[in-house]
Each structure stands twice: as structure tokens, then as C-alpha cells.
């Protein structure tokens, strides 16, 4: 028979970041505790690292300082001359470059995870960006089995203009998590025990595939995000509709043409528009307001791995 | 004890007030809409002023940007000597104090009510100093029985010998809303709806009031805050664990010595440790982190409210 497996190196260096967003508490304290108490995430023969990303922000319970360190690891911040007039955040990002990088580098780590919360119903969700992963997605996989029943919803944010140069990404396997419903400045203990769970199951298949376990070709739904919608606005760009109460904390459920998405201010509903069905996800997340972002649009498609193993067995 | 005087005139001048947190967003966005259209705020007898409390928190879509306007309507904020370096939010109660107030004069609005929200499960409380407020609780009362399938709570949180502090302790008299839960920053339409009714609802009271409707006496369930529980800390005074599942999201339900109240990072649970039956509000609310707060302590006691009598027929307009 002929094998049709993909070999890949073996994990060494993986990253585990917490408040990139300092009011997302879940990540936050979660990497805090592991800083005093580490034996939750060590595996053998694996080297673990959790990191507070934006500390300054973690401090003040804010999501930033200056702007959104989870948009800036691209090469252009990355390549700014450090200087006392950059933002907060460009500075930082050049550290954390600099520590866990540098991006698209032999030297950097092999596996970051970003843990984040939001204020819409998401429930555990896994931030895939790139399609043709076969590594990760077999990790999600291997999450998503591990936590069911509890669903695991995986969000695929490949896109020519919507993708955004996230703080993971300097790692060869960028893995955003995303943890909902819970408000900013809060920490809610059920969160909490899903978030750590996602990260042990995620270990456990790096510890598995580490150790030589070979995985049989699998595949996995996922979520590909379409388009932002933004909130309707007046004449002064102050926000004139809401949430319509039918779409609220309904993220990962199909809209349909004709369903009822805003409600404005003065009592009146407005539809999706469009011939299709279609996925929202952020519903109402507190830090979009600002970006203009009221949900995002996603179409369900199903992705492939091929089956994967370690070289080193 | 002794009742607060209950009013022996019409109501004419009523506020309603939103953003006094500026991250509270179903109260903002009801000021900033009344303040471009406030025909939702007229009565017969009187107009309800709209005021947006906190306009720069509001911008920035904060809590303050100072400190806590709700904390800053005390005699020492409101009659020191202005300062250039005051704190934004002391400068803006000042201000406040001369169109709401001034606190405790005969020239103060006669009734205020402040909109807020809370991350924690209260459904709708309506906040009030003390139980000696007959007319505020008359106004409850009307509210509970607008939708009776939903729970509508008293909370008083006043502390004994505590001075009055609050937005609405500018005016005669006053009483916040707090709709949750609701994130900071999210602005949800099924609070946003509640709130809009409950304030159409409570200026209707006032008008009943003023066109001389009396209201029988009443006996009425109220939560009086007896203190306060911090989150569980480690030495440097970081969260050494968070409101435990049992007890999150159960605001207003009975709290037992010896229930768990607190899970630890470690994994270990902390118990309730008073003597008596607790009824917990405001667990988990994002805003108390910072003043040590995980939830407040309430006694539940029964109140008996004595009528509200009828306005003498005053001269025809």
C-alpha cells in the first residue's frame, strides 16, 4: 500500500499568549497561573511558554494602549525604526517579534496559541488561518473530538483583504482560541474550564504526534468568513439600529435571506438582503463597535487533511 | 423609622439621566436619542430633561475617565474650591450639581432617574438609598406591576450613617435602573427595549401623581445591602480564582453558609463562611473588580408602604 501521509517535523517551542487583549480575563489569568504553576502545560520533550502579550493593557483592564496589537504583526510595523513616538502596541509587537519570531523566520516558534474572549455567543471556537493546514486542522480534529459534546467551532479567516496580521502569526502554526459569551473586565468560571480544556486537548495531540502516533486523513466543518457588516448609521455616523433581538447570541446559525438583522432605534426591523444563507459570527462583540463591525458574514465548507505523522519515528 | 416626606406638589421638574457610566450603553444611547427627539419624555403635567451624565466616558466608551461619577456627588466634592486639576468627573458633578441640584436645596429637580447596566444576572433592579423612600417606592411598586412576569427588584444600598453619593442624591429626590446582564460596550435590544418601557412606565407614575391619583398602602419584598465579598487574592493582590459556577449569574437567590462561592486557579472551591442566609446581587460585575467587590451581601425583609395620598386639587392651569 502506498502511503499517502504527510511527515513533519517534530514540535519543539510552543507559545501560549494571554491578554493580547487586556480586558479578555480568561487568557489573562490562565497564563498568569501557569507563569506560578506550570505543570498543567509541560509535556515531554516539549517546551511550553506562557506569556502576558500586552501588559501595560492587562494592567489597566483595557483592550489597548494605543491600538490593537492583534492587527500589527505585519512587515511593516515589524520593520518600524523603534522610536519613543510609535504606539505602545508597534513597540511591543517588535519584542514579542523579536522573542518568539522573527516572522516567517527558521528560528521562530513552531506553535502559538492567542487565547481571547468575546462579548457574542461563539462559545469555543478555533481561529484557522490558512486552509491547506494539514497539521492544524488534524489538531482541530483532534480538539473538537476530544471536547464534543461540547461543540468546537472552527473560523477560517483566509481572505485577500479581510485577514489581519494577527500576534500568532510569527509562529509557523498560528492557533487563535476564542472563548464566548463573557464581558470584558469579567471572568466567568465556566469560561475558564473551556478554555483550559481546548489547550490541554491541544498539547495532548502535540504530546501524541510528538511521540510518533500517525493520524488517518480526516476532515472538519468550518466557517470561512464572507464580509463584515457594519451597523447602520446616520448622516453623522452615529449608530441608528441594533442587533435585532432574533439574531442575538445566535452566531454560528444560518440567517436566511429575509431575516431580521438590525432593529432601529425608532422600532423598525431590517432583513438580510442576498439570495443566501448565510453564518453569523461576532454577533454584537463589544471591541468591533469601533471597527465598524456589527457581524461577520461566514459560509460553512468542509476541509480535508491528509493523514500526518512525525518525522523523527 | 422615619419616612422621607412624600411630595405635597406636583412633579414638574424630572430628569432622566444615561451614560453617568459612559461603557452602560442602554442608557446612552436612550440619552443621545432623547436629546435629538424628546417628545418620548413629555407628560401632561411636566417634560422629563434628558441628560447624557458623563459625556466624555460616554465618547470613550468608559467607565469614567477620572474617577466614578456615581461616587462624586458628596458635600466635599461639590463644595470645594474648583481647581484646574480637578478630576474630569469632580468638575462634571459640579456641573451637574447646578442643573440637577443644587444638593439638598429648595431649587433641586424634584425627581431623577439614572440608567445603567451591569454584567452581573439582576434581570431589573431598581436601586434605591432606603426604605424610608415612600414616594421612590410607590414608583417601584407601579413598575413591578407593569409586567408582572418578569422580575423587577428592589435593591437599597444605602449603609448605615453612609452620606448620599450618587447622580440622582443631587435632586430632591431619585433612583437608578440597572438592566443586566449586559457587557460594557454592547448595547443589546432586549435591554434596550426593557429600559425604554420602564422609564415610559415610571414618567407615567409621576404623571398619575400629579393629576392627583392616590395609592393604596402595600407590603413589598426589598434586598438591603449589609456588605461586601472580595474575589479570593493572592499575595500581590492579583485574582487568585473567580465567582464559582454555583453561584455566578444566581444574583437575588439565597446564599448558604458552607455553598461554594469561589473557585480557585488551583481547582479548590472557597465557602461561604457567614452564620446566615445571604441574598448575593451584582456578582461579577466588570466595574467592582477594581473596588474590590465580587458581590454584595443583602438581607430580604418585607416592607410595609404606607399610601401615597392624593395632591390636593391645586388651581386649574
Not at chain 1, 500576534?167 to 492557533?175: E, G, H, L
Not at chain 2, 465579598?229 to 448558604?256: I, N, S, Y
Request: charged letters at 20%; aromatic letters at 10%.
Amino acid at each position: 500500500m502506498t502511503s499517502c501521509h504527510v511527515v513533519k517535523d517534530s514540535i519543539k517551542k510552543v507559545a501560549i499568549f494571554g491578554g493580547t487583549h487586556g480586558n479578555e480575563l480568561t487568557g489573562v489569568f490562565l497564563v498568569k497561573h501557569w507563569l506560578e504553576n506550570a505543570a498543567e502545560i509541560q509535556r515531554t520533550g516539549l517546551e511550553v511558554k506562557p506569556f502576558i502579550t500586552n501588559p501595560r493593557a492587562v494592567k489597566k483592564c483595557t483592550r489597548y494602549i494605543d491600538c490593537d496589537l492583534n492587527r500589527v504583526f505585519n512587515p511593516e510595523n515589524l520593520g518600524k525604526k523603534i522610536s519613543e513616538d510609535l504606539p505602545y502596541e508597534v513597540r511591543r509587537a517588535q519584542e514579542i517579534n523579536n522573542l518568539f519570531g522573527p516572522k516567517d523566520s527558521e528560528d521562530s516558534y513552531d506553535i502559538i496559541f492567542d487565547l481571547h474572549n468575546t462579548t457574542s455567543n461563539m462559545g469555543c471556537t478555533l481561529i484557522l488561518e490558512d486552509s491547506r493546514n494539514d497539521f492544524l486542522i488534524q489538531m482541530f480534529h483532534y480538539i473538537k473530538t476530544s471536547l464534543s459534546p461540547l461543540p468546537c467551532y472552527v473560523y477560517l479567516i483566509e481572505h485577500p483583504s479581510l485577514k489581519y496580521a494577527t500576534t500568532r502569526s510569527i509562529a509557523t502554526y498560528p492557533v487563535g482560541i476564542e472563548v464566548g459569551p463573557q464581558p470584558q473586565g469579567v471572568l466567568r468560571a465556566d469560561i475558564l474550564d473551556q478554555m483550559r480544556k481546548m489547550i490541554k486537548y491541544a498539547l495532548d495531540f502535540i504530546h501524541n504526534f510528538n511521540e510518533g502516533k500517525e493520524f488517518p486523513p480526516c476532515a472538519i466543518e468550518v466557517y470561512k468568513i464572507m464580509e463584515k457588516v457594519d451597523y447602520p448609521r446616520n448622516e453623522n455616523g452615529e449608530i441608528a439600529a441594533i442587533i435585532h433581538p432574533n439574531l442575538q447570541d445566535q452566531d454560528w446559525k444560518p440567517l436566511r435571506p429575509g431575516d431580521p438583522v438590525f432593529l432601529t432605534l425608532d422600532g423598525k426591523t431590517i432583513p438580510l438582503g442576498g439570495d443566501s444563507t448565510v453564518y453569523p459570527v461576532f454577533v454584537n462583540e463589544a471591541a468591533y463597535y469601533e471597527k465598524k463591525e456589527a457581524f461577520a458574514k461566514t459560509t460553512k465548507l468542509t476541509l480535508n487533511a491528509k493523514s500526518i505523522r512525525s518525522a523523527l519515528h | 423609622m422615619c419616612s422621607l416626606p412624600v411630595p405635597r406638589e406636583p412633579l414638574r421638574r424630572v430628569a432622566v439621566a444615561g451614560g453617568t457610566h459612559g461603557n452602560e450603553m442602554s442608557g446612552v444611547y436612550l440619552a443621545r436619542q432623547w436629546l435629538q427627539a424628546p417628545g418620548e419624555l413629555q407628560r401632561p403635567s411636566f417634560s422629563a430633561t434628558p441628560v447624557l451624565a458623563n459625556p466624555a466616558a460616554a465618547a470613550a466608551c468608559r467607565r469614567y475617565v477620572d474617577r466614578d461619577l456615581n461616587r462624586t456627588f458628596t458635600s466635599a466634592f461639590l463644595t470645594a474650591r474648583p481647581h484646574p486639576d480637578d478630576p474630569y468627573e469632580v468638575t462634571r458633578a459640579r456641573e451637574l450639581n447646578q442643573l440637577l441640584g443644587p444638593k439638598a436645596s429648595g431649587q433641586a429637580f424634584d425627581f431623577v432617574l439614572d440608567l445603567h447596566n451591569t454584567t452581573a444576572n439582576v434581570g431589573t433592579c431598581l436601586v434605591l438609598e432606603a426604605a424610608s423612600n415612600v414616594f421612590a417606592l410607590h414608583l417601584c411598586r407601579h413598575l413591578q406591576l407593569q409586567s408582572p412576569e418578569l422580575p423587577c427588584r428592589v435593591f437599597l444600598y444605602q449603609l448605615p450613617g453612609e452620606e448620599s453619593y450618587s447622580v440622582h442624591s443631587a435632586a430632591k429626590n431619585g433612583m437608578g435602573l440597572e438592566l443586566g446582564p449586559q457587557p460594557q460596550g454592547v448595547l443589546r435590544a432586549d435591554l434596550f427595549t426593557r429600559m425604554r418601557a420602564l422609564v415610559a412606565a415610571a414618567l407615567d407614575f409621576i404623571q398619575l401623581f400629579n393629576q392627583g391619583t392616590a395609592f393604596p398602602a402595600f407590603e413589598m419584598e426589598v434586598y438591603r445591602k449589609v456588605g461586601s465579598v472580595d474575589f479570593p487574592r493572592t499575595e500581590a493582590g492579583d485574582l487568585a480564582g473567580t465567582v464559582h459556577p454555583q453561584l455566578q449569574d444566581r444574583d437575588f437567590e439565597p446564599l448558604r453558609p458552607g455553598a461554594p462561592i469561589f473557585q480557585l486557579f488551583s481547582g479548590e472551591d472557597a465557602l461561604y463562611e457567614g452564620e446566615s442566609i445571604v441574598y448575593p446581587v451584582f456578582i461579577n460585575e466588570a466595574a467592582y473588580y477594581e473596588k474590590g467587590i465580587a458581590f454584595f451581601q443583602t438581607e430580604k425583609f418585607t416592607v410595609s408602604v404606607p399610601a401615597l395620598p392624593a395632591l390636593a386639587p391645586g388651581p386649574a392651569p
